[in-house]
């Protein structure tokens, strides 16, 4: 039985996170699948805001795609955050917000110039 449902965007680099999140209740309750995947086959590091806040009665089905590891990593933890500020109280969504679960990382890869070989990088120079 599902009690609240909510979909949430998180993107880090060229990573997208599309989740979805369900309410249960005590069957079947924190399942994280990310790709058809279990979240702990998927990823190799560990960071999920339901750890950090203590909740379990939440299951996740995220699909993610573009980027690396590191980049989808960062881009389901922002869509998780995202996700459960609609349902957490005034206290945990700051609590969120201090460690920066709720904070979006812009920075993406400097586009290149003419004239350069890569963003910055420039031919070598010769004298004569």
């Known amino acids: 039985m599902i009690f609240k449902f909510f979909e949430a965007i998180g993107k880090r680099k060229c990573s997208i996170a599309k989740i979805s999140l369900f ?60 996700a459960l500020k609609s349902f957490l109280r005034k206290k945990k969504i700051k609590k969120l917000k201090d460690f920066g679960f709720l904070t979006r990382n812009s920075s993406c890869k400097e586009r290149r110039k003419y004239g350069l070989k890569k963003a910055r990088k420039a031919p070598q120079y010769s004298k004569r």
Do not use: W
């Open 23 to 82: 309410s249960t209740v005590k069957y079947n309750c924190g399942v994280i699948n990310i790709n058809g995947k279990h979240a702990y086959e998927y990823l190799q590091k560990n960071c999920n805001p339901f750890d950090f806040l203590k909740i379990k009665n939440y299951n996740v089905c995220i699909y993610v795609k573009g980027g690396g590891l590191i980049g989808q990593a960062e881009a389901i933890k922002l869509a998780i955050s995202r």
